[in-house]
């Protein structure tokens, strides 16, 4: 995979990501996202502005002549037009929308407080689209049996605990495939989140024998990657692709839809099992996952109909008859 450097960009672009990286602290996968998103931007302008032939495909569109006078032509119409065009020719969708007015909120700004290239931010009045918060999908107890039930073949140690980690940790797919064997300390996991941020995870007996059984058939010898927990075929540290791919094979050997489900809903699988079952407190449930916002944290304490039920039920009130209660004073 490319890393940020390797992808030509102009110079005030660059600037920013770095800006953002090691002075705001964002990770390079969120840097990334800010790249991304700012070059479909740019892309956009230059077409929008009819400043390329309209038979150049979008994405052979060059930005490297980007520069400073160009930045300060652009106004908020021009933004405003820029998320028409992701919504209905990009078929973006409110979160994605939403995203891309962060990345350029956070550019105009950085060009008009820190770089001193504008006036004012175009991008100040503009607002970002309502995100609909939707009950994160997730595999309840049985479905989740089946799906560990269903691992087996060569590398089934490792995928055994590869799951488990998934199902009882609530790890990220980037913090799964970068655990260290010195991670690992008896009872506890120490993983890098978002941010570069380190947290400390409790490991429950399925995980300490899962990870014990995988250890007992670890390669040892010819591993490129010695301090990798989990190695591919090739014997060196397994990607999050080969990740993604695993899950993906047990999902459908389990008989559950692989559209629905993937690595991160088994992080939602593993939060909402632990809020249900555990009544674990929001704020332990935050730092379990590593949540910088314990609004992020709020969308797994959803509850199904029979915890709805029950309480309500458990109202002081909810026996209470008012004509039972006049008869009972007539008496």
Known sequence: MKNINDFDMPPVLRDFLSYMQTIKGKSPNTVKVYFYDLRVFFRFMKLHRGL?????????????DIDASFLQTITLSDLYAFMAYVSNDRDNSSYARARK??????FFKYLTYKA???????????????ILKRLPRYLNVEESKQLLNSVDGQFSSRDYAIITL??????????????NLNNIKETSLTVIGKGDKERS????????KALQDYMKERPRDGVKDRNALFLSARKQRISKESVQKIVKKYIKAAGL????????????????????YGNVDIRALQELLGHESISTTQ???????????NAVD?????????????????D
């Open 52 to 64: 390329i032939d309209k038979k150049v495909e979008f994405n052979d569109i060059q930005i490297r």
């Open 101 to 106: 007015v962060a990345s350029l909120k956070a």
């Open 116 to 130: 001193k290239l504008l006036d004012s931010s175009p991008a100040a009045e503009l607002e970002s689209p309502k």
């Open 166 to 179: 998934f199902l009882n940790c609530g790890l990220r797919l980037s913090e799964l495939v970068g655990i």
């Open 201 to 208: 995870v409790p490991l429950n007996n399925a995980c300490i």
């Open 257 to 276: 839809d692989t559209e629905r489900y993937s690595t991160h809903k088994l992080r939602h699988t593993a939060a909402t099992l632990m809020y249900k």
């Open 299 to 309: 969308i797994y304490t959803h509850l199904d109909s029979k915890q709805l039920k």
């Open 314 to 330: 458990s109202n002081p009130l909810a026996n209470y008859d008012k004509d039972e209660n006049e008869n009972e004073d007539d």
